[in-house]
Nanobody, 120 residues
Framework: QVQLVESGGGWVQPGGSLRLSCEASRSVFSIINMAWYRQAPGKQREMVAV???????NYADSVQGRFIISRDNAERTVHLQMNSLKPEDTAVYYC??????????????WGQGTLVTVSS
């Protein structure tokens, strides 16, 4: 089973920046989409940003222009550069990957989540 290992969460003041990273633990046949989701207390999990294997990106309106998603296909990693952070960005951030296994089956994998807290 593929494991997604996240890093980079923490506390930051409003207006600050953080960079989240996520690495797939072992080689898979391929990874189609990689994405970041977040879940704030009392709210549903929401998509933050997604990047395809070809580099196409899509962002939630709330983070457009502030967050940048990128990936390294060779290293099986995805990053989320978060700038101009706001208190409403406070949430647990989850890495997500749609992987293709050696038997050509596909599965959505999730990381364990990393907490991002934006406060003064």
């Amino acid at each position: 089973q593929v494991q997604l290992v996240e890093s980079g969460g923490g506390w930051v003041q409003p207006g600050g920046s953080l960079r989240l990273s996520c690495e797939a633990s072992r080689s898979v046949f391929s990874i189609i989409n990689m994405a970041w989701y977040r879940q704030a207390p009392g709210k549903q999990r929401e998509m933050v940003a997604v990047i395809t294997s070809g580099g196409g990106t899509n962002y939630a309106d709330s983070v457009q222009g502030r967050f940048i998603i990128s990936r390294d296909n060779a290293e099986r990693t995805v990053h989320l550069q978060m700038n101009s952070l706001k208190p409403e960005d406070t949430a647990v951030y989850y890495c997500n990957a749609l992987v293709v296994n050696s038997d050509l089956s596909t599965k959505a994998e999730w990381g364990q989540g990393t907490l991002v807290t934006v406060s003064s």
